[in-house]
């Protein structure tokens, strides 16, 4: 399993309920990219290569509040949209740890528009987003979003 994690930052996330359709899937594997799917509902993660399932881990943990697109910082709620593995620890108490480089700016967008940031902070995320690095993890919208324990 080792060599599916070696390039974390090319790895993809999809958190998504049972709700989205194959067409959402494809546009995140069109280059044949290694991913993962978290399935919210199944509470079960798969790593994909393409559209072949490389693993699967189950009986994942989400938020204590379970899974939306409208997540706030403090409501233990996992986010749903596209995200990418921005940093690891495999120091972890957790055994290996991978960040989530979540909020992307399909979700900065959303809190300029609710008010939750400000245009600064909007633009710093949206930057962050489109230069493939790690966005602020200390916004309203929340941040320090890990899987770890696999």
Known sequence: MKDLYDDYRRVFLL????????GHIAAVHAEEE??????????AIKVKSGNDTRAEFSNISIGQN????????GDYKTPMGIYRIGW??????????????????IDANR???R?????????SLV????????PS??????GQLRIHGI
Do not use: E
Not at 34 to 43: G, K, Q
């Open 115 to 123: 008010g939750l940031i400000d245009r600064a902070t909007y633009r």
């Open 127 to 134: 930057d962050a987003d489109l230069l493939d690095q790690v």
């Open 88 to 105: 690891t620890n495999s120091d972890s108490r957790f055994y290996k740890f991978y960040g989530i480089t979540y909020p992307s700016r």
């Open 137 to 142: 993890q200390y916004t309203r919208l929340g």
């Open 34 to 43: 290694t991913w993962l799917l978290v399935d919210t509902r199944a509470r």
């Open 111 to 113: 809190g300029l528009d």
């Open 66 to 73: 379970g899974a939306g697109y409208d997540k706030v910082q």
């Open 15 to 22: 958190i998504a309920g049972l709700v989205l359709g194959a």
